[in-house]
T-cell receptor, first 110, second 112 residues
Framework: RKEVEQDPGPFNVPEGATVAFNCTYSNSASQSFFWYRQDCRKEPKLLMSVYSSGNEDGRFTAQLNRASQYISLLIRDSKLSDSATYLCAVNHGSGYALNFGKGTSLLVTP | EAQVTQNPRYLITVTGKKLTVTCSQNMNHEYMSWYRQDPGLGLRQIYY???????DKGDVPEGYKVSRKEKRNFPLILESPSPNQTSLYFC???????????FGPGTRLTVT
């Protein structure tokens, strides 16, 4: 089983829609979780950290489910500019390395 | 401005010709790492460094070398590049308080 898995998509959604991505991880000792956004082969940029209690940043909500070992990202009121690949990242729990999923592609259409 | 820089941004070279990709960060971060990104394979870690003179292999270290002589710099060395090292390379850094990691702009390498 891969350490961090994401549905590659693509997710095609109309503007204004709500879309959710999940990311599962295999290492139950993982401590830190993140969502990154990557545009068209540019560098990944940190979108938000994922806290145990869940957290929200504007239209974006991240949640952690330790029992089922997944994190989620919810995007409300999708904008054209949200079109990108979303990467989840999880630390191994045994050091400094971050393990990335392969990303979920989102395309928001007019 | 806090940033991670990489040079060159684009490089086309031939098999066997040694090259170095530089990486520098101005955030005084202890931890730095190198990734390669290939279609369908995602981001894979090549090497990482937890501090000056402390480096270790990531998931795909074969064919690469690194050094960490100064805290701000973490160059990636390809002693004898081969076509299977054609890829998009990212350097990243972070501090020790959180795992939030910041990436450089990437280096697109083509080995013919």
């Amino acid at each position: 089983r891969k350490e961090v898995e994401q549905d590659p998509g693509p997710f095609n959604v109309p503007e204004g829609a709500t879309v959710a991505f999940n990311c599962t991880y295999s290492n139950s000792a993982s401590q830190s979780f993140f969502w990154y956004r990557q545009d068209c082969r540019k560098e990944p940029k940190l979108l938000m950290s994922v806290y145990s209690s869940g957290n929200e940043d504007g239209r974006f909500t991240a949640q952690l489910n330790r029992a089922s070992q997944y994190i989620s990202l919810l995007i409300r009121d999708s904008k054209l500019s949200d079109s990108a690949t979303y990467l989840c990242a999880v630390n191994h729990g045994s050091g400094y390395a971050l393990n990335f999923g392969k990303g979920t592609s989102l395309l928001v259409t007019p | 401005e806090a940033q991670v820089t990489q040079n060159p941004r684009y490089l086309i070279t031939v098999t066997g010709k040694k090259l170095t990709v530089t990486c520098s960060q101005n955030m005084n971060h202890e931890y730095m790492s190198w990734y390669r990104q290939d279609p369908g394979l995602g981001l894979r870690q090549i090497y990482y460094s937890m501090n000056v003179e402390v480096t270790d292999k990531g998931d795909v270290p074969e064919g690469y070398k690194v050094s960490r002589k100064e805290k701000r710099n973490f160059p990636l060395i390809l002693e004898s590049p081969s076509p299977n090292q054609t890829s998009l390379y990212f350097c990243a850094s972070r501090g020790t308080v959180t795992y939030e990691q910041y990436f450089g702009p990437g280096t697109r390498l083509t080995v013919t």
